[in-house]
């Protein structure tokens, strides 16, 4: 999060620079650049949230995942255009254990958020059309600075843009697709990049992003591209250097010869500025400042001077400076060996490192799951409730795909509970429940696919499942919508006249459903070998779309609907399911189950009976995947 008031007072001794290859006398040119890519993520949401017209709605404001993606695309093709070799994109793959307050805080923050957009919005949204249009995105709505309009400031962020981004640079962004998208917001008859340009370079860590983009300009001498300040208490080396995000500005612009165009920032370089500071590094400094914030720069100079004359001082300091070294163990942590961890969402690749690096990443404690805040309804249940089972029995596997002597009995759930983010206990099953669970779901998917005649792969198909889960597990506790309100749910993204928060809960509802499979599918590949009921499950789940598409926005859902004879099809289906599919029927001796789901216990009501508990089984089996592939 950085140190408060660290770039306030170092800003001023920045050196202005521009970002290109050709060379030009009088101004210091950056060639190369290592990205912090949640940063850029970050970066590229606020400044199209700030291109946003102010009479703009709201809920619509917020940019939606394809979008930031788009943009993001956008950001790094005009640095590429502009010869800027990129060395690495690091995402967060995990965060230490000291970091688990910082992690809380930031969902507390999500949530406030949230709550406050709640309340200012309690009497609903206008009316919109399906058809809106989408928002154009070009360079200079990534790259031109505006000042953010004051209404939304507090709009929450978008829970699902930086899992999005990353799988889209790994396999969305070929040349094909990137020259396709950028149809009208760039001239590029003919661009020499590689089919997929930035897969290779888009690493995630099973650390911190921050950590091995210091590391790659401490051996390069490349620039950081960042808005964290913290890279600049790091060892970046003789050359290495920080360029603030936020520093960027294209103030030359041409739409027929982008390669034209020009990108100017401001860079630091901490170790010549702390030269000149004269002080041993920007860690002393910053450790002042963090210690006494009311202090003059110049006071704040004297005592990083003497910072560790005491001992009390030094051992304050030592802790202190410990979080920014390039510990060994993370020469051990960045050469992991399974591909597939490049293929994961970020918070399934920091459960799995609690797995993978245990001595490190849990310190003898339970697992932790932290759950985004949802776009969802603050003054009803947690939309995560629902998809729960499918996410209880993602853990299962995960753990159950371990030897016996790491594995765990639940992992604490963070989650929004009412008014604060608290752990739901999520006990895991053995390998009978699992299996049992599995083959339940392979049917109510097998169900549902017939139903609709679903392509596997089509988004439609998949939001239609959400919602038959939504209403399938709480039909008893929540109405089901007529015929009417749910066609027009999916023909305008609202059931009524306008926009209420019931709608945005049951969406936020059916991505709850829809990102637990994803949750699901990503630990089933984890199984080696890949076969039985294991097989089938990861080829009927391949079929969830990208996250851009299932995590898009209420508009989004609605255009993927295309025409009103395809809504009512579905609908039509959808009510025909419930009648007549015991997959989707709750019965009479479930009803109690339902609605005590209202309002669960602390300790998680999906979770395998203790009997089922990891490590109960009554069969000897050496772990779950062995079961499996014997059936």
Same mark, same amino acid.
């Given at each position: 999060?950085?140190?408060?008031?660290?770039?306030?007072?170092?800003?001023?001794?920045?050196?202005?620079?521009?970002?290109?290859?050709?060379?030009?006398?009088?101004?210091?040119?950056?060639?190369?650049?290592?990205?912090?890519?949640?940063?850029?993520?970050?970066?590229?949401?606020?400044?199209?949230?700030?291109?946003?017209?102010?009479?703009?709605?709201?809920?619509?404001?917020?940019?939606?995942?394809?979008?930031?993606?788009?943009?993001?695309?956008?950001?790094?093709?005009?640095?590429?255009?502009?010869?800027?070799?990129?060395?690495?994109?690091?995402?967060?793959?995990?965060?230490?254990?000291?970091?688990?307050?910082?992690?809380?805080?930031?969902?507390?923050?999500?949530?406030?958020?949230?709550?406050?957009?709640?309340?200012?919005?309690?009497?609903?949204?206008?009316?919109?059309?399906?058809?809106?249009?989408?928002?154009?995105?070009?360079?200079?709505?990534?790259?031109?600075?505006?000042?953010?309009?004051?209404?939304?400031?507090?709009?929450?962020?978008?829970?699902?843009?930086?899992?999005?981004?990353?799988?889209?640079?790994?396999?969305?962004?070929?040349?094909?697709?990137?020259?396709?998208?950028?149809?009208?917001?760039?001239?590029?008859?003919?661009?020499?990049?590689?089919?997929?340009?930035?897969?290779?370079?888009?690493?995630?860590?099973?650390?911190?992003?921050?950590?091995?983009?210091?590391?790659?300009?401490?051996?390069?001498?490349?620039?950081?591209?960042?808005?964290?300040?913290?890279?600049?208490?790091?060892?970046?080396?003789?050359?290495?250097?920080?360029?603030?995000?936020?520093?960027?500005?294209?103030?030359?612009?041409?739409?027929?010869?982008?390669?034209? @165009?020009? /990108? !100017? =920032?401001? &860079?630091?370089?901490?170790?010549?500025? #702390? $030269?000149?500071?004269?002080?041993?590094?920007?860690? %002393?400094?910053?450790?002042?400042?963090?210690?006494?914030?009311?202090?003059?720069?110049?006071?704040?100079?004297?005592?990083?001077?003497?910072?560790?004359?005491?001992?009390?001082?030094?051992?304050?300091?030592?802790?202190?400076?410990?979080?920014?070294?390039?510990?060994?163990?993370?020469?051990?942590?960045?050469?992991?060996?399974?591909?597939?961890?490049?293929?994961?969402?970020?918070?399934?690749?920091?459960?799995?490192?609690?797995?993978?690096?245990?001595?490190?990443?849990?310190?003898?404690?339970?697992?932790?799951?932290?759950?985004?805040?949802?776009?969802?309804?603050?003054?009803?249940?947690?939309?995560?409730?629902?998809?729960?089972?499918?996410?209880?029995?993602?853990? @299962?596997? /995960? !753990? =159950?795909? &371990?030897?016996?002597?790491?594995?765990? #009995? $639940?992992?604490?759930?963070?989650?929004?509970?009412? %008014?604060?983010?608290?752990?739901?206990?999520?006990?895991?099953?053995?390998?009978?429940?699992?299996?049992?669970?599995?083959?339940?779901?392979?049917?109510?998917?097998?169900?549902?696919?017939?139903?609709?005649?679903?392509?596997?792969?089509?988004?439609?198909?998949?939001?239609?499942?959400?919602?038959?889960?939504?209403?399938?597990?709480?039909?008893?506790?929540?109405?089901?919508?007529?015929?009417?309100?749910?066609?027009?749910?999916?023909?305008?993204?609202?059931?009524?006249?306008?926009?209420?928060?019931?709608?945005?809960?049951?969406?936020?509802?059916?991505?709850?459903?829809?990102?637990?499979?994803?949750?699901?599918?990503?630990?089933?590949?984890?199984?080696?070998?890949?076969?039985? /009921?294991? =097989?089938?499950?990861?080829?009927?789940?391949?079929?969830?779309?990208?996250?851009?598409?299932?995590?898009?926005?209420?508009?989004?859902?609605?255009?993927?609907?295309?025409?009103?004879?395809?809504?009512?099809?579905?609908?039509?289906?959808?009510?025909?399911?419930?009648?007549?599919?015991?997959?989707?029927?709750?019965?009479?001796?479930?009803?109690?189950?339902?609605?005590?789901?209202?309002?669960?216990?602390?300790?998680?009501?999906?979770?395998?009976?203790?009997?089922?508990?990891?490590?109960?089984?009554?069969?000897?089996?050496?772990?779950?995947?062995?079961?499996?592939?014997?059936?």
């Amino acid at each position: 999060m950085g140190i408060p008031y660290l770039t306030r007072h170092l800003l001023p001794f920045a050196e202005p620079v521009t970002l290109q290859e050709r060379q030009e006398e009088g101004i210091t040119h950056i060639q190369s650049v290592v990205i912090d890519g949640p940063g850029l993520v970050y970066h590229v949401f606020m400044r199209l949230l700030s291109w946003n017209d102010p009479r703009m709605d709201l809920f619509e404001a917020q940019p939606t995942c394809h979008e930031v993606s788009l943009g993001v695309m956008m950001y790094l093709l005009e640095l590429t255009l502009l010869g800027v070799k990129i060395n690495k994109i690091y995402f967060d793959g995990a965060l230490p254990v000291l970091k688990r307050e910082t992690r809380l805080q930031r969902l507390e923050k999500s949530r406030r958020r949230l709550e406050l957009f709640r309340f200012k919005t309690q009497q609903g949204f206008p009316a919109f059309e399906g058809t809106t249009k989408t928002r154009a995105i070009d360079p200079q709505k990534v790259l031109q600075s505006r000042n953010l309009y004051s209404k939304y400031n507090d709009l929450p962020d978008n829970p699902f843009m930086v899992s999005a981004v990353f799988e889209d640079l790994k396999n969305r962004w070929n040349k094909e697709s990137i020259m396709k998208a950028t149809q009208g917001a760039l001239h590029l008859p003919s661009i020499d990049l590689d089919e997929f340009p930035w897969a290779g370079i888009t690493i995630m860590v099973p650390g911190e992003a921050d950590v091995e983009c210091a590391y790659t300009a401490k051996l390069t001498g490349c620039a950081v591209l960042t808005n964290d300040s913290d890279l600049l208490l790091y060892d970046l080396g003789t050359h290495g250097s920080v360029l603030f995000l936020n520093s960027v500005e294209m103030i030359q612009w041409d739409i027929l010869h982008p390669e034209k @165009s020009r /990108l !100017n =920032a401001v &860079r630091l370089c901490p170790t010549s500025l #702390a $030269s000149r500071l004269g002080v041993a590094n920007l860690q %002393q400094f910053a450790y002042e400042l963090k210690n006494h914030t009311r202090l003059g720069f110049s006071e704040l100079i004297e005592r990083s001077k003497n910072t560790c004359q005491t001992f009390e001082s030094r051992t304050d300091y030592c802790l202190f400076a410990e979080e920014y070294e390039y510990s060994p163990s993370c020469h051990l942590m960045r050469n992991l060996s399974q591909p597939i961890f490049q293929h994961f969402d970020p918070r399934v690749s920091e459960l799995f490192c609690q797995y993978e690096f245990r001595d490190t990443h849990t310190l003898g404690m339970t697992p932790k799951m932290y759950l985004p805040i949802l776009n969802e309804d603050h003054s009803r249940r947690s939309a995560w409730g629902e998809g729960r089972l499918y996410r209880c029995l993602g853990y @299962s596997v /995960l !753990n =159950a795909s &371990r030897p016996t002597s790491e594995r765990f #009995a $639940s992992i604490d759930e963070y989650v929004r509970r009412g %008014q604060r983010i608290s752990a739901d206990v999520i006990d895991l099953g053995n390998n009978e429940w699992i299996s049992a669970e599995l083959e339940a779901l392979h049917e109510r998917l097998k169900s549902a696919q017939f139903a609709f005649n679903g392509e596997p792969t089509s988004s439609s198909y998949w939001r239609m499942f959400a919602l038959c889960e939504v209403y399938g597990r709480e039909s008893r506790a929540t109405i089901i919508p007529d015929a009417g309100q749910l066609s027009r749910f999916l023909r305008l993204g609202y059931m009524g006249e306008r926009l209420e928060w019931t709608d945005i809960h049951l969406f936020a509802q059916a991505q709850a459903v829809l990102y637990s499979l994803r949750i699901l599918k990503q630990f089933l590949e984890l199984s080696v070998p890949v076969e039985g /009921l294991v =097989a089938e499950m990861i080829s009927t789940l391949a079929g969830l779309p990208p996250l851009h598409i299932i995590m898009g926005s209420i508009r989004e859902m609605v255009r993927q609907f295309q025409t009103p004879a395809s809504v009512s099809d579905f609908v039509d289906k959808f009510f025909r399911m419930f009648e007549h599919d015991a997959c989707f029927c709750i019965k009479p001796d479930q009803e109690a189950e339902a609605v005590e789901q209202l309002d669960p216990p602390r300790r998680d009501i999906t979770s395998p009976a203790s009997q089922c508990l990891a490590g109960g089984s009554q069969r000897a089996v050496s772990n779950m995947f062995e079961l499996l592939g014997s059936e």
